[in-house]
């Protein structure tokens, strides 16, 4: 089983709102990931966490905020976003929690979010 | 910093066809690994086949395989007796052996394919 499971899968928000977005996995896998893709692009990389833990980043906006509240879920707080945040974001983990390139990567289905 | 190109922004096959992807990239890393995954219209991206840089053998998974050229950094994808199933947009990666770099996937665009019944 690699499932990663994401919700929601669609989301329509206004600049003021405030959203979150969850990420599942029941693999044991201790290394969880945050991208965001814009359409016709491909995925670009916001956050790591790894063993519970933010290792990685991307300087992303602190409108988002992501949090990893045990070694199967995480999520993504979304605050005062902008137009130009609708994207794809997708979640992803691996197996382990350290840097290793093969240390494959499952992705989710993704959430679409649409920001007014 | 390393980059991956995907030449091919779209490619179309007719079933049961072979095609070929083509994917380049640039590192000073000796050791890494390049990925091909598969992202369908329901979004989600799949592992399609992966080849490790210190392994000379090409990677085969099935109906995939890579044309693996470490010298000319070049990593292509072949499908072969295409199915329409495959119908994707495909994104070349590539991953760093070790060390912080390593969480990071670089993509390259992406090539749409399309397969024709």
């Known amino acids: 089983d690699t499932e990663v499971t994401q919700t929601p899968k669609h989301l329509v928000m206004g600049m003021t709102n405030k959203k979150s977005l969850k990420c599942e996995q029941h693999m044991g896998h201790r290394a969880m990931y945050w991208y965001k893709q814009k359409a016709k692009k491909p995925p670009e990389l916001m956050f790591v966490?790894?063993?519970?833990?933010?290792?990685i980043n991307e300087s992303v906006p602190s409108r988002f905020s992501p949090e990893c509240p045990n070694s199967s879920l995480l999520n993504l707080h979304l605050h005062a976003l902008q137009p130009e945040d609708s994207a794809l974001y997708l979640c992803?983990?691996?197996?382990?929690?350290?840097?290793?390139?093969?240390?494959?990567?499952?992705f989710g289905a993704g959430t679409r979010l649409s920001v007014l | 910093a390393q980059t991956v190109t995907q030449s091919q922004p779209e490619m179309s096959v007719q079933e049961a066809e072979t095609v070929t992807l083509s994917c380049t990239y640039d590192t000073s890393e000796s050791d890494y690994y390049l990925f091909w995954y598969k992202q369908p219209p329901s979004r989600q991206m799949i592992l399609v086949i992966r080849?490790?840089?210190?392994?000379?053998q090409n990677a085969t998974e099935n109906r995939f395989s890579v044309n693996f050229q470490k010298a000319a950094k070049s990593f292509s994808l072949k499908i072969s007796d295409s199915q329409l199933g495959d119908a994707a947009m495909y994104f070349c990666a590539y991953r760093p052996y070790s060390g912080a770099g390593s969480y990071q996937l670089t993509f390259g665009k992406g090539t749409k394919l399309s397969v024709i019944p």
């Open positions: 080849q490790e840089a210190y392994k000379q």
């Open positions: 966490y790894s063993y519970e833990k933010l290792s």
């Open positions: 992803a983990s691996s197996r382990r929690g350290d840097a290793v390139a093969k240390n494959i990567q499952y």
